[in-house]
């Protein structure tokens, strides 16, 4: 079996590999672990998670998103264009925030369907292994940024809709798409 990630087609799939959970599945609320070895087990897995993610238009997706406990992302903000590579991150962590807020629209694979507005900060750094195990150190101020919170939230059981300001739109969003409130767990503001 061979040790390296062969490229992944920016394509949808009728059968992705992993079945996403949805906001109300405990699973999602479980803090993942970090990976203690970076071998073809796990390059497997970020290859079935680029499937998956391609497969439902999403930019992002978390590997608790799917049912696996480790602390693996992987993120494309540019999912139409074939030359940019995914950006691939095992044992993410953020080590700086801007002070600076910005308020985006997010959606998540996990709660289809609804859009929110969410305040978060507008840079940070983070350092994270590939898919080989080196590490790296990159910062950015834009839509990157913003997708790298909103899937290592997901690490730590968190939601988006956990960030989200304004409970009475979120609830009517929620409903609208056959989700609860109730499985809502507000973040306390730092």
């Keep these: 079996m061979s040790t390296e990630l ?19 599945d405990r699973v999602l609320r479980q803090p993942a672990k970090r990976v203690n070895k970076v071998d073809a087990e796990v390059r497997q897995t970020i290859r079935q998670m680029l499937q998956t993610m391609y497969s439902l238009d ?12 480790k602390q ?6 540019h999912p139409d264009d074939g030359a940019t590579a995914p950006l691939i991150m095992i044992n993410p962590e953020i080590h700086g925030y801007s ?8 959606g ?13 900060p507008q840079a940070i750094q983070v350092t994270f292994k590939d ?28 939601m ?10 979120m609830a009517q969003q929620l409903s609208q798409h056959g989700f609860s409130a109730k499985s809502v767990k507000p973040v306390s503001k730092s």
Excluded at 108 to 120: E, T
Excluded at 160 to 169: A, K
């Design 6 to 24: 062969a490229p992944v087609e920016k394509k949808k799939s009728d059968h992705p590999p992993y079945q996403v959970h949805y906001l109300g």
């Design 58 to 69: 999403g930019i992002g997706l978390a590997a608790p998103q799917v049912g696996i406990h």
């Design 72 to 77: 693996i992302v992987v993120v494309d903000i």
């Design 99 to 106: 002070q600076d807020l910005s308020i985006m629209e997010e």
């Design 108 to 120: 998540c694979l996990s709660i289809p369907g609804v859009f929110l507005q969410v305040r978060r």
């Design 131 to 158: 898919e080989y195990g080196r590490l790296h150190t990159i910062e950015d101020n834009e839509l990157l940024a913003r997708v790298i919170q909103h899937e290592l939230d997901h690490l730590h059981g968190v």
């Design 160 to 169: 988006f809709v956990d960030r989200v300001e304004n409970p009475l739109v």
